[in-house]
């Protein structure tokens, strides 16, 4: 039994992206029986999922049971469950001075355009389009031989993940 790897999901609201990102990196995990488990926070959190990440995520047959709204900080206390990766997934999160997280993570930002900013009519479409994007980067990660990479090791083939 390998131990579980954890996953930080940032932006700055915690109410699209880095929520759409939590719950496909869980939905991908339970589904290939991988010890990988998500959480995400914002650094400004809004204190509310948007509507429209909860719809794709339903569409898609995702649970989003226990997803909220949250402040990073509560992952940066002492007794925080240990993270093994930190991903941020918008600009302005990136560009933060992050805090000090437990076990010293490796970080990695994987940018994606904001679809809560998408036209009223379309941001269905937004939506969707943002949780494929991500579920597939979660998907390589969960490919990864997340046991055996070292610190660098992961960081590189995250960042190769990024850039793809």
């Not at 991988?34 to 999922?49: D, E, I, N, W």
């Not at 649970?63 to 302005?92: L, N, Y």
């Not at 679809?115 to 969960?142: H, N, V, W």
Request: charge should be positive; proline fraction near 7%; glycine fraction near 6%.
């Amino acid at each position: 039994m390998h131990p579980t790897t954890r996953v930080l999901i940032l932006c700055t609201h915690n109410s699209a992206r880095s929520v759409l990102a939590e719950a496909m990196l869980n939905h991908w995990a339970r589904a290939l029986g991988k010890p990988v488990q998500a959480f995400s926070a914002g650094s400004a959190p809004s204190g509310r999922v948007n509507p429209h990440a909860l719809q794709a995520l339903a569409r898609a047959g995702v649970s989003t049971e226990g997803v909220h709204s949250k402040g990073w900080e509560a992952f940066a206390q002492a007794d925080a469950p240990v993270m093994r990766v930190v991903i941020t997934v918008c600009d302005s999160a990136a560009a933060e001075t992050c805090p000090c997280w437990p076990g010293s993570p490796v970080k990695v930002h994987w940018g994606y355009p904001d679809p809560s900013k998408a036209a009223e009519a379309d941001k269905p479409q937004a939506f969707e389009l943002t949780r494929q994007a991500i579920g597939y980067r979660m998907l390589q990660l969960l490919q990864l031989p997340l046991d055996t990479l070292s610190d660098a090791q992961l960081q590189s083939a995250l960042a190769r993940i990024g850039a793809a």
